[in-house]
Antibody, heavy 121, light 110 residues
Framework: QVQLVESGGGVVQPGRSLRLSCAAS????????LHWVRQAPGKGLEWVAV????????YYADSVKGRFTISRDSSKNTLYLQLNSLRAEDTAVYHC??????????????WGQGTLVTVSS | QAGLTQPPSVSKGLRQTATLTCTGN????????AAWLQQHQGHPPKLLSY???NRPSGISERFSASRSGNTASLTITGLQPEDEADYYC???????????FGGGTKLTVL
C-alpha cells in the first residue's frame, strides 16, 4: 500500500535551517509528482511546493519562494524540503502528498501523517 | 496567493443533505475543476473527489461533486456522525502556477 512517512521536524530558532524528508513506498516513486503542504496549528491547509515526477518542474508558494527548496532522490524514494531563513509563521505540520498524476495537478491522493516544525527562540 | 473561498461552517441534521461550496475564478476552478478533501481532527486529509466528480476507490457514493462556472460543490447525502469533519477544496491555478486551497468548511452533524 502507498505510504508516505515524513521526518526531520523539530524546534528551531528563527533564521535557522531545517531539512525535512518524506520516505515513499508502495508505488513507483518516479511516476508521480509530489507536494509539500503545511498546516499551522488550528488553521487550514497551505500548499508549499511541488516537484514533477522527473524533477524538471518545481513550483513554490509565494510565502516560501527563495527560502525553501524542494528536491527528490529516486534512488532512495525520498522527497525533501530544505527550509532556510525560518520565521515564526513557518510553524506548522508539514505533510508530503502524492499527486494523482505524473504532471502537476491539484489532486493529492495520498498524504503522510506530517512532521511538526516549530520556529521559536 | 489568493485562495479559494469556502464558507467557514455548515450545520445539518443527521440523515440530511449538506452542500458545500468552493468559489474560485477562471484560472483555477473554472479551468480544471476542483478536488475535495476531508480531514478529521488529528488526521491527514483524505481525497474524496477530483476533476469535479471522480471518486477514489473506497469513497462512499454519498459524496458527489459538481461544478458550475467558477464554483465547485460537494454534496453529502444521508449525513452520518462520521461525516463531521473539515472539508477543503483545491485547484491548480494556471496563472499563479500554484495549488490553491480553500480556507476549509467545518461540517457539524447535529
Amino acid at each position: 500500500q502507498v505510504q508516505l512517512v515524513e521526518s526531520g521536524g523539530g524546534v528551531v530558532q528563527p533564521g535557522r535551517s531545517l531539512r525535512l524528508s518524506c520516505a515513499a513506498s508502495g508505488f513507483t516513486f518516479s511516476s508521480y509528482a509530489l507536494h509539500w503542504v503545511r498546516q499551522a496549528p488550528g488553521k487550514g491547509l497551505e500548499w508549499v511546493a511541488v516537484m514533477s515526477y522527473d524533477g524538471s518542474n518545481k513550483y513554490y508558494a509565494d510565502s516560501v519562494k527563495g527560502r525553501f527548496t524542494i528536491s527528490r532522490d529516486s534512488s532512495k524514494n525520498t522527497l525533501y524540503l530544505q527550509l532556510n531563513s525560518l520565521r515564526a509563521e513557518d510553524t506548522a505540520v508539514y505533510h508530503c502528498a502524492r499527486d494523482l498524476s505524473v504532471v502537476v495537478t491539484a489532486t493529492l491522493d495520498y498524504w503522510g501523517q506530517g512532521t511538526l516544525v516549530t520556529v521559536s527562540s | 496567493q489568493a485562495g479559494l473561498t469556502q464558507p467557514p461552517s455548515v450545520s445539518k441534521g443527521l440523515r440530511q443533505t449538506a452542500t458545500l461550496t468552493c468559489t474560485g475564478n477562471s484560472n483555477n476552478v473554472g479551468n480544471q475543476g476542483a478536488a475535495w478533501l476531508q480531514q478529521h481532527q488529528g488526521h491527514p486529509p483524505k481525497l474524496l473527489s477530483y476533476r469535479n466528480n471522480n471518486r477514489p476507490s473506497g469513497i462512499s457514493e454519498r459524496f458527489s461533486a459538481s461544478r458550475s462556472g467558477n464554483t465547485a460543490s460537494l454534496t453529502i447525502t444521508g449525513l452520518q456522525p462520521e461525516d463531521e469533519a473539515d472539508y477543503y477544496c483545491s485547484a491548480w491555478d494556471s496563472s499563479l502556477s500554484a495549488v490553491v486551497f480553500g480556507g476549509g468548511t467545518k461540517l457539524t452533524v447535529l
